[in-house]
């Protein structure tokens, strides 16, 4: 499974990872609710179970995903500061192009 993340993402969620709680802990992308042809996604601190995957990505930064999930591979995590502060996570591989808010 992949997950791409762009880099202002990664530096906001390794500055996350410095808190106490984290420790031992990395991201989960997961699915909040889906619509018709699209999926809405969520990040989360959690630690991997046998029904996860850990997946790396090229920003030094692993994350967790549900490998019986088909909405998660693929998924792209892009964090925004202009115009306006915004997570938006979507997969382009499954013709979503809906920002998440």
Do not use: C
Not at 39 to 63: C, G
Not at 80 to 96: A, C
Request: no cysteine; net charge negative; proline share 3%.
């Amino acid at each position: 499974m992949k997950v791409k993340i762009n880099r202002i993402a990664a530096k906001a969620l390794k500055k996350m990872m410095d808190v106490e709680e984290a420790e031992g802990k990395m991201f989960r992308v997961y699915v909040t609710s889906i619509h018709g042809d699209h999926a809405h996604y969520d990040l989360m601190l959690d630690t991997p179970t046998e029904n996860d995957e850990v997946v790396k990505t090229d920003k030094d930064i692993d994350f967790i995903l549900d490998k019986n999930d088909e909405n998660l591979d693929g998924v792209w995590i892009q964090y925004f500061q202009v115009p306006k502060e915004e997570w938006v996570i979507t997969n382009p591989s499954k013709g979503s192009h809906h920002h998440h808010h």
